[in-house]
């Protein structure tokens, strides 16, 4: 009897970037155009929410985002490479007092089931746009993550995730018929105009206009996305435009690659003319993304376990071999 099982992974297929629209400067003008509708107007922990709090918030996004499936793992060493410290900045490390539902700190979801990149952000943004205007109960917040996320990949997705997936990623606390009656109140209160201009949007469309070695282009999205993604689960960054995040992304992504060979003030001044963003909050911007990083790296470094001791050399490696931090889309080498 042949066992031989030789089905691959199933690849989404992908139409190539077509030059004309991304050189096409009225597709650039029409997302900036269109970007204010969609960011919240005022900060809703002042003005909407009771229960809620930003660091409550910071903790769904990293389940929606980075959580572990499956039970803890068991402690590994501390991160030394540039690469494993982001991908442990980004990896959902967790204040225990913190948890907003014991089932947060069990499973992933996004990069468990290897979502879109811009499916995420995207459902962070229905999130605030939420969040912004109906006050919510904090026992609410992982049904309305959940049905953000749902929403999210309907949209950008090609294979949307099913309500009896993200229920499981719950941990069951979440119902299907509740996720099933929040996207309808969810729906009604974003008025159905889930078509929203994120950061991922814009991308392309400046990276097209950089003059970039080609070998570099594809490095230097990779790191952007990350730091898109670090901004996402940061509510500072909940009212700035998508278009200067972006562009404050890639120019630190540039920065930090030295991917060209123009100053820092040359290749900010480039940047926000793309835009048409002021040097100065562009500027700003870049910082405040920089320092976000340096922060999300020094609570890993804090929250991070202890290193286990190296065997001596000649003993048995078994039981001891430690599980090093994987290098997925997160992961930045600096």
């Known amino acids: 009897m042949e066992l031989l099982c030789c089905e691959g992974t199933r690849h989404?297929?992908?139409?190539?970037?077509?030059?004309?629209?991304?050189?096409?400067?009225?597709?650039?003008?029409?997302?900036?155009?269109?970007?204010?509708?969609?960011?919240?107007?005022?900060?809703?922990?002042?003005?909407?929410?009771?229960?809620?709090?930003?660091?409550?918030?910071?903790?769904?996004?990293?389940?929606?985002?980075?959580?572990?499936?499956?039970?803890?793992?068991?402690?590994?060493?501390?991160?030394?490479?540039?690469?494993?410290?982001?991908?442990?900045?980004?990896s959902g490390h967790h204040d225990p007092d913190h948890n907003l539902n014991d089932s947060c700190a069990i499973p992933q979801v996004c990069e468990e089931q290897r979502c879109e990149e811009?499916?995420?952000?995207?459902?962070?943004n229905y999130l605030d746009r939420y969040l912004s205007c109906v006050p919510t109960r904090k026992a609410q917040l992982q049904l309305l993550g959940t049905v953000c996320l749902l929403l999210a990949s309907k949209l950008r997705e090609t294979t949307p995730l099913t309500i009896e997936k993200l229920c499981i990623y719950t941990d069951q606390a979440v119902a299907p018929w509740q996720l099933r009656e929040w996207e309808v109140l969810v729906l009604g209160k974003l008025k159905w105009d889930l078509a929203a201009v994120i950061a991922h949007d814009f991308l392309a469309l400046i990276l097209?206009?950089?003059?970039?070695?080609?070998?570099?282009?594809?490095?230097?999205?990779?790191?952007?996305?990350?730091?898109?993604?670090?901004?996402?689960?940061?509510?500072?960054?909940?009212?700035y435009p998508p278009s200067?995040?972006?562009?404050?992304?890639?120019?630190?992504?540039?920065?930090?690659?030295?991917?060209c060979s123009m100053s820092a003030d040359e290749l900010t001044?480039?940047?926000?003319?793309i835009t048409g963003t002021e040097v100065d909050c562009l500027r700003a911007c870049q910082e405040q993304i920089e320092a976000a990083l340096r922060e999300s790296l020094r609570e890993a470094a804090q929250t991070a376990?202890?290193?286990?001791?190296?065997?001596?050399?000649?003993?048995?490696?078994?039981?001891?071999?430690?599980?090093?931090t994987p290098t997925d889309v997160t992961a930045i080498h600096l």
């Open 305 to 324: 376990p202890s290193p286990v001791p190296k065997a001596p050399r000649g003993s048995s490696s078994q039981g001891s071999s430690q599980t090093s």
């Open 12 to 90: 989404a297929p992908r139409a190539g970037p077509d030059p004309r629209l991304l050189g096409d400067q009225r597709v650039l003008q029409s997302l900036l155009r269109l970007e204010e509708r969609y960011v919240p107007r005022a900060s809703y922990f002042q003005c909407v929410q009771k229960e809620i709090k930003p660091h409550m918030r910071k903790m769904l996004a990293y389940w929606m985002l980075e959580v572990r499936p499956g039970p803890v793992p068991s402690p590994h060493p501390t991160p030394t490479s540039d690469s494993e410290q982001i991908e442990v900045a980004l």
């Open 244 to 259: 200067m995040i972006a562009t404050g992304s890639i120019g630190a992504a540039v920065l930090g690659l030295g991917a």
């Open 208 to 239: 097209h206009r950089l003059s970039l070695p080609s070998d570099r282009q594809a490095l230097v999205k990779k790191h952007a996305q990350t730091f898109l993604a670090l901004c996402a689960t940061d509510y500072t960054f909940a009212m």
């Open 269 to 273: 001044e480039l940047l926000a003319g």
């Open 118 to 124: 811009d499916v995420f952000p995207l459902a962070m």
